[in-house]
């Protein structure tokens, strides 16, 4: 079996989801792009990270950072509330 070390994938993913951000006009374009990635279990964390990075670069606070953060986690708790009601 052959274990792959180099991430490629989370390096992919990571520019993926970096080069939306970038390519965005407004927040509501950007989440709906990142809502509409078929993310797998566990990546969802990866684009929290990748939202703060991204916020972490500039110089100055971007209202559209914090948006895009709060539409992020909305979606986290539609998703844990429809989990629950399932079963």
Known sequence: MIIDKTETNLVALRRTIYLTI???LDFEECAH???RMQLKPG???EMCHMILDCCAEM?????FFGLLAQVSQLRG???SEGQQSVN
Do not use: C, G, N, T
Request: net charge positive.
């Open 22 to 24: 970038q390519s965005s």
């Open 33 to 35: 792009k990142l809502l």
């Open 43 to 45: 990546q969802e964390m």
């Open 59 to 63: 110089r100055s606070y971007e209202k």
């Open 77 to 79: 708790k539609d998703q």
